[in-house]
């Protein structure tokens, strides 16, 4: 029931561009996107609930395809704020939601 | 609006002591969940409540742990007879519609 993430990690230079990417088995009710920073609490990011949904939060964006069961984050011209990990979450229903085990992002100046 | 709140933030207890954690959740958010987290993984779910009603146990969360939320406020998280793999972080997070809003955590260390 975890949904799976890909990469596990990934390091860009300040500036280019990532993909982050979260599959599940089950059909979903939504996908959520947050990201951690070293030693805080996960921070909410965006959720999807639609298939074909795409939404957007300042340079990040993120899609869903429902009927691939599917979510992809994307990072523009990413900056060093965004290091980080990052976790998709997904819910079946509209109970909880069960994390995947991340995809570390490092970006280098 | 001042976030969630968890205490303590930190707790090392020895093996067989029993711990508890106290979350105070945003005030109009009915929804509290638990989740602990180990290093390099994501939170693992372990329950949840809506207003003061306890929806979902994890199924691999053991009977030694407990949780309420009195009067669907604040919410504490019991461990009996700790043990060593109960070592993580403890979070909690509540939710109106949508996202989640986490709290700090409680780090716990059993030794």
């Known amino acids: 029931q975890q949904p799976v993430q890909s990469p596990q990690a990934v390091i860009l230079r300040e500036g280019e561009d990532a993909v982050i990417n979260c599959s599940s088995s089950k059909a979903l009710y939504s996908v959520h996107w947050y990201r951690q920073k070293h030693g805080e609490a996960p921070v909410f990011l965006m959720i999807?609930?639609?298939?074909?949904e795409q939404k957007g939060h300042e340079k990040i964006s993120a899609s869903f395809n429902e009927k691939k069961q599917q979510s992809s984050l994307y990072l523009t011209a990413s900056q060093l704020s965004y290091s980080g990990t990052y976790f998709c979450g997904t819910e079946i229903r509209d109970d909880k939601i069960i994390f995947g085990k991340g995809t570390r992002l490092h970006i280098l100046p | 609006d001042t976030g969630v709140s968890q205490n303590p933030r930190h707790k090392i207890t020895k093996r067989g002591q029993n711990v508890t954690f106290r979350c105070d959740p945003i005030?109009?958010?009915?929804?509290l969940y638990w989740y602990r987290q180990t290093l390099g993984q994501g939170p693992e779910f372990l329950t949840y409540?809506?207003?003061?009603?306890?929806?979902?146990k994890s199924r691999l969360l053991s009977d030694r742990f407990s949780a309420e939320r009195p009067k669907g406020s604040f919410s504490t998280l019991e461990i009996q007879r700790t043990e060593q793999g109960d070592s993580a972080m403890y979070l909690c997070?509540?939710?109106?519609?949508?996202?989640?809003?986490f709290g700090s955590g409680t780090r716990l260390t059993v030794v």
């Open positions: 005030s109009e958010h009915n929804r």
């Open positions: 409540f809506q207003n003061e009603a306890q929806l979902e």
């Open positions: 997070a509540s939710s109106l519609a949508g996202g989640y809003t």
């Open positions: 999807l609930l639609k298939g074909g």
